[in-house]
């Protein structure tokens, strides 16, 4: 095969996977499509993400070997356009295979927050509203519960988040403290009560649009105040660990104030 041969193919098959990635995510955006069959017409896209970088390998082996710029362009073009491409969905999928099966975070299973204004959104297809903290999934080879798996995956997460405000009343120190944390998320607001120390927002995946629903709980504790949060997928049961990279961010912004 012939240098500039390389570069073309590369470059058509670039062309091909984009057309075909895009496809699919603007087909789960615009709702014409389930995020499943979203999913499956990634499979061939990448497929042919895989074959432009390739032949744009093949390209740049020929083209260093050779001292020979011929086909530049094309062959510059099919191996960053074909990393670029492929990084997403690889991503995901190692972030599939390693992140236990978990698509409701919460930082108290004992008591997690509840969905109240959100049950509005969610829809008669939407997973259940309830935390299912005894639910069986694997991990590490075997069966365990939900709730076992986030103490031992996530037990950063599951840390008290209370405290006392000398001198004010800590349950609306801990409320308003908790809402501007929220917004600096930049996660939509659903609702907020000042009075039930309650949060609820929604958030969205970069390319598919997958949405989590988001509730911060602010509780008296003693004399003091106790914040908590969950986030759980809307749809999805597989979540690569968005829901809980939701908390984490929610947590460390809090960290910092």
Do not use: C
Not at 33 to 40: E, K, N, T
Request: glycine share 8%.
């Amino acid at each position: 095969m012939s240098q500039l041969a390389a570069a073309r193919l590369g470059f058509s098959a670039l062309v091909l996977a984009a057309v075909t990635a895009a496809a699919a995510v603007l087909g789960v955006r615009l709702g014409l499509m389930p995020y499943a069959d979203g999913y499956r017409l990634m499979i061939p896209a990448v497929a042919l993400g895989l074959v432009a970088l390739a032949f744009a390998l093949f390209w740049t082996v020929r083209a260093l070997q050779r001292n020979d710029g011929t086909g530049r362009r094309l062959g510059l073009t099919a191996l960053t356009g074909a990393l670029l491409l492929l990084y997403p969905p690889l991503s995901s999928s190692v972030k599939r295979l390693t992140a236990p099966p978990l698509y409701d975070v919460t930082t108290n299973t004992a008591s997690p927050p509840r969905f109240v204004a959100l049950l509005k959104e969610r829809g008669p297809d939407a997973n259940p509203p309830d935390y299912d903290g005894e639910r069986l999934i694997p991990y590490k080879g075997e069966m365990h519960t939900v709730t076992y798996v986030l103490h031992d995956h996530h037990s950063e997460l599951l840390k008290p988040r209370a405290g006392f405000a000398p001198g004010r009343d800590p349950f609306a120190v801990f409320f308003w403290r908790d809402f501007e944390a929220v917004k600096k998320t930049g996660w939509r607001i659903v609702d907020f009560n000042p009075e039930e120390g309650r949060i609820e927002a929604t958030t969205a995946s970069f390319w598919f649009g997958r949405v989590s629903d988001i509730v911060v709980q602010v509780r008296r504790s003693g004399r003091g105040a106790r914040t908590d949060i969950r986030s759980q997928s809307r749809h999805d049961r597989v979540d690569e660990g968005f829901n809980a990279a939701n908390v984490a961010r929610f947590l460390g912004i809090l960290a910092r104030r």
